[in-house]
Nanobody
Framework: QVQLVESGGGLVQPGGSLRLSCAAS????????IGWFRQVPGKEREGVSC????????YYADSVKGRFSISRDNAKNTVYLQMDSLRPDDTAVYSC?????????????????WGQGTQVTVSS
């Protein structure tokens, strides 16, 4: 099977941290740019961050710059999103997606594979 599986979500207080994982199976993650996206009820899906398939090229939405950091471990076929200084408006379902082209990740188009998502809730 071809699959992306997210993990690491949960409940955290404002100012806290979480690390999300996106694990690939059934395909080689080395050939894909990976993006993190988030969505809350009643709002459009928002692109959060992308990382290229080659030596790191990264993208961050303005809303998360300086707080989130994306990385990849090809030996583990996994991409991570380190989330620091979390705010209540970061609350969302976070999903990862894969595309061969980094520019498509940034644009949020032509995404071949999606995970099911993991819930992040930031609340006191």
């Amino acid at each position: 099977q071809v699959q992306l599986v997210e993990s690491g979500g949960g409940l955290v207080q404002p100012g806290g941290s979480l690390r999300l994982s996106c694990a690939a199976s059934g395909f080689n993650l080395d050939y894909y740019a990976i993006g993190w996206f988030r969505q809350v009820p009643g709002k459009e899906r928002e692109g959060v961050s992308c990382i290229s398939s080659t030596t790191p090229t990264t993208y961050y939405a303005d809303s998360v710059k300086g707080r989130f950091s994306i990385s990849r471990d090809n030996a583990k076929n996994t991409v991570y999103l380190q989330m620091d200084s979390l705010r209540p408006d970061d609350t969302a379902v976070y999903s990862c997606a894969a595309t061969p082209q980094f520019r498509h990740c940034v644009a949020g188009v032509a995404l071949d594979f999606w995970g099911q998502g993991t819930q992040v809730t930031v609340s006191s």
